[in-house]
C-alpha cells in the first residue's frame, strides 16, 4: 500500500515512500539512539498511523488502506466520495511532510517531534488540539489519548473489548473502526445546549444506520440521552 514514513532528524533517509528501506531506517535508528523501538498503530481519518518511539527520537508511518483504492471503482457515490476525500488527504499529508523537510533542523523548533506533530495536524488536528510546539512527553500522552478514546468509542458502538496493550512494545488499535461521521461527532467541541442537543441527536441517527441490529443492543446503554 502506499506509504510515508516521516524520520526527520534521524539516522538513513529522513522522509522515505519506499517500504523496502523502512526495516533498515528502524534498524538505524535503534543503532543511533541505543534504544528498542516501541510503536503504536492506530487509523484517524481513514489513514493508517504508526507512532514510533526510540530513546529521544520520534517516527510517524502513514499509510494509505488498499481498501480505499477498491472504494474508490464503488458505485456508491457516498463510498466513493469518501475513498477520494481519504486518498487526497494522503497526497496532502505527503506534500506536507515533504516541505517540512526541507527546513534546517533546529534543537527547539524544526525537529523530530514537531516534524511528526505537523502530520498529525495535518490528518487530523483533533489529535493534538492544533499544538505546533510539542515536547516528546506530551506528544506520546496526546497519542495514548487518541488511540485509547479511538478504541472506547469502537468498544461502546460494536460493543467489541479492545485490549488496551499497556506493556506491549508494539501496540495496535487499528482494529478500531470508528466511522469518520461519528469520530466526528466524538472530537467536536461543544460549545453551547444547543448544539450539544443537535450533535446528539446526529449521532443518534449515525448510529442507528452504523451498527448492525445484532450488535445495537451492547450500545445502547452507550448512547447518548
Not at 478500531?176 to 461543544?190: C, D, L, R
Request: charge should be neutral.
Amino acid at each position: 500500500m502506499p506509504s510515508l514514513l516521516v524520520n526527520y532528524g534521524g539516522p538513513e533517509k529522513t522522509i522515505s515512500s519506499q517500504e523496502a528501506l523502512f526495516p533498515k531506517i528502524l534498524q538505524a535508528c535503534e543503532k543511533q539512539y541505543h534504544s528498542a523501538i516501541q510503536s503504536v498503530a492506530f487509523t484517524a481519518k481513514g489513514l493508517d498511523l504508526t507512532y514510533y518511539q526510540v530513546g529521544i527520537h520520534r517516527m510517524i508511518l502513514v499509510e494509505l488502506p488498499d481498501q480505499v483504492e477498491q472504494n474508490i471503482k464503488s458505485a456508491d457515490e457516498a463510498i466513493k466520495n469518501q475513498a477520494l476525500a481519504t486518498k487526497k488527504l494522503f497526497r496532502t499529508v505527503k506534500i506536507e511532510a515533504s516541505t517540512f523537510n526541507t527546513r534546517d533542523y533546529k534543537l527547539l523548533d524544526n525537529n523530530c517531534v514537531t516534524a511528526v506533530a505537523n502530520v498529525l495536524n495535518t490528518v487530523d488536528s483533533n489529535i493534538l488540539q492544533g499544538k505546533k510546539k510539542i515536547v516528546p512527553t506530551s506528544l506520546d500522552s496526546d497519542v495514548k489519548n487518541a488511540t485509547l478514546l479511538a478504541a472506547m468509542v469502537d468498544e461502546g458502538l460494536r460493543g467489541t473489548a479492545l485490549p488496551l496493550q499497556p506493556d506491549e512494545q508494539h501496540k495496535n488499535y487499528k482494529q478500531a473502526h470508528v466511522a469518520p461521521e461519528i469520530w466526528q461527532e466524538v472530537m467536536t467541541p461543544v460549545d453551547n445546549k444547543k448544539q450539544q442537543q443537535h450533535m446528539k441527536q446526529q449521532l443518534r441517527d449515525i448510529t442507528n444506520t452504523a451498527i448492525p441490529q445484532q450488535d445495537a443492543n451492547s450500545a445502547n446503554s452507550l448512547k447518548p440521552q
